[in-house]
């Protein structure tokens, strides 16, 4: 369980079909995970754009009634995790501006590492910023090109930013979807069944829709969509493919294909990968629930123990404002997981996680195992020790505040009061997803940063 680090955005766009809002909608609802500060959706009919944007979860957000002003045969779709800008209304996305060709929308899934270069340099030419978000950017660089037309502008604009970008464009008349050339965030393709097309930061969102998954977006790789023509591509950049790795870790749900490849399966791949780096005779296998449950069936199926849900989540606490003393603290855990204190009773457990961030967390379900009777907690995270923040999309607390960076396993482990602690090693997790061409960004992990 990431405590502390938090999903990033979601990104989705329908064009060329008459219920385009409502599929928008129901997309965003599938990518609920990936942001739940904040939702919204824009519109176009072919004339006049139409925004609704709240903070808030989707189904909160939007309602019959709402969703019948969002008329129009295209739309475009966000949810919010702000990883750039402030917890604010302003700062919800679609981001949409009147400029000297009409109206747009931006979505954007990512983080601009050039932000506020690129703003300082806005401001000095007299553009005016409403929001902290680094996606307004795009709408003044675009609204300043000196292209004539819109797709050279887009072009002209994503080539003055940096860092880590999936956008969807929506304009009167198109649609535009593009990654930037690193594919640090993932963009699919897919048509829907009875007419149009989607793209979405994950495929979980076709299968809700009926959309049927053609490809992935390519690093570089612009998409155009036009009324009554296939999408057409052109290559912005060339690409250079460093594709997050914590998507498989962490962020996309288990029933989405990621890069090409199933997530549930490369984390059960990760599982059986970290039975093998520290065994330990143990009577049975638990996850963390939810994150820990694929690798926990890999671990399981490779280790030959069995597997077993010692721990129980409730998906229904939200935020509490109790005065945050230990107990409370603790107390907070248990709200959210319940030991099976009939199962684990008396017996020695290895409990599975995606990754142990400040440790506090984990140090309290292992607390709560103990306290319901388990003779031993072995500790193993299917990912290994995250020593660095991330600057491409994922919110993640400064170096100084991550466990990993300050401790070794063996501080660690005594700091969570475990019998022991393994972490998957870096060979291991690259294994477990097929990686090749170092074609992935294990940043958060080694430091090593690619922009």
Do not use: W
């Amino acid at each position: 369980m990431l405590e502390n680090v938090n999903e990033k955005c979601a990104v989705v766009g329908i064009f060329g079909h008459k219920e385009a809002s409502k599929l928008a909608y129901f997309s965003l609802h599938s990518l609920q995970h990936r942001g739940q500060e904040a939702a919204g959706i824009s519109s176009s009919n072919g004339t006049k754009l139409h925004t609704i944007k709240d903070r808030g979860l989707v189904m909160q957000i939007f309602d019959e009634a709402k969703l019948t002003t969002l008329s129009g045969n295209s739309a475009i779709g966000h949810t919010r995790y702000s990883t750039a800008g402030n917890d604010s209304i302003l700062d919800a996305q679609p981001v949409f501006a009147r400029y000297d060709l009409g109206e747009m929308a931006i979505v954007h899934n990512g983080n601009l590492t050039n932000a506020q270069e690129v703003r300082e340099r806005l401001i000095k030419k007299g553009a005016i910023f409403q929001t902290f978000m680094d996606t307004e950017n795009l709408i003044h660089l675009i609204a300043k090109s000196e292209k004539e037309k819109l797709l050279e502008r887009i072009i002209d604009a994503v080539k003055k930013i940096e860092g880590a970008f999936s956008l969807v464009f929506l304009s009167r008349t198109k649609m535009f979807a593009m990654r930037d050339r690193h594919g640090f965030r993932p963009l699919s393709l897919g048509r829907i069944a009875n007419g149009g097309y989607v793209v979405a930061s994950e495929t979980c969102a076709f299968d809700l829709i009926g959309a049927e998954f053609i490809r992935d977006v390519e690093p570089g790789e612009l998409l155009i969509f036009e009324k009554d023509k296939a999408p057409i591509s052109i290559k912005v950049y060339e690409p250079t493919p460093k594709k997050c790795i914590f998507e498989y870790v962490y962020f996309a749900r288990p029933d989405s294909s990621v890069f090409g490849q199933s997530v549930y399966q490369m984390r059960k791949n990760m599982g059986a990968e970290l039975s093998k780096i520290k065994p330990v005779e143990a009577d049975m296998v638990i996850p963390v629930p939810d994150g820990g449950v694929p690798s926990a069936i890999g671990y399981a199926q490779a280790s030959g123990i069995p597997y077993e849900m010692g721990i129980m989540r409730n998906h229904y606490i939200g935020r509490t404002f109790i005065e945050p003393t230990q107990e409370m603290r603790d107390l907070k855990v248990k709200m959210k997981l319940s030991p099976m204190i009939d199962t684990i009773k008396g017996k020695k457990v290895i409990v599975i996680d995606d990754s142990i961030v400040r440790g506090t967390t984990s140090r309290r379900i292992v607390r709560m195992l103990k306290d319901a009777g388990a003779t031993e907690v072995h500790m193993r995270i299917s990912s290994p020790p995250t020593t660095d923040p991330c600057f491409y999309g994922v919110d993640t607390p400064d170096k100084n505040k991550l466990i990993a960076s300050n401790m070794s396993t063996e501080e660690i482990c005594e700091f969570i009061e475990a019998d022991s602690l393994a972490y998957l090693n870096s060979d291991a997790l690259l294994r477990s997803v097929h990686a090749k061409d170092d074609e992935y960004c294990t940043a958060c992990f080694t430091g090593e940063y690619i922009i």
